[in-house]
Nanobody, 116 residues
Framework: QVQLVESGGGLVQPGGSLRLSCAASGSASSIFSMAWYRQHPGKQRDLVAVIVTNGGMTNYADSVKGRFTISRDNAKNTVYLQMNSLKPEDTAVYYC?????????WGQGTQVTVSS
């Protein structure tokens, strides 16, 4: 059993930065990859970035390439999403996800609002 706790959301002005954290507890050694998704009001949940636990391979949505960076600290079982040059369209609820191959685990979500 894996549990995820996200933190770091909030209100930021356009052009600003935020760092989201997602701490995994429980059977964290069984995690194949972790990812960040976001959901705009009334829309589906979309992948933002993903990182593979072993090897650190990453992938990003085109809309965030060059602005967002996903990273991990395996010793702390924590994944981060560094978000720079934020735009109003980045406003959404951001969810952390852990892929255990046989199941997916979701965090509770954290609100990110980009507004002046």
């Amino acid at each position: 059993q894996v549990q995820l706790v996200e933190s770091g959301g909030g209100l930021v002005q356009p052009g600003g930065s935020l760092r989201l954290s997602c701490a995994a507890s429980g059977s964290a050694s069984s995690i194949f990859s972790m990812a960040w998704y976001r959901q705009h009001p009334g829309k589906q949940r979309d992948l933002v970035a993903v990182i593979v636990t072993n090897g650190g391979m990453t992938n990003y949505a085109d809309s965030v390439k060059g602005r967002f960076t996903i990273s991990r600290d395996n010793a702390k079982n924590t994944v981060y999403l560094q978000m720079n040059s934020l735009k109003p369209e980045d406003t959404a609820v951001y969810y952390c996800n852990a892929n255990l191959l046989t199941t997916l685990v979701w965090g509770q979500g954290t609100q990110v609002t980009v507004s002046s």
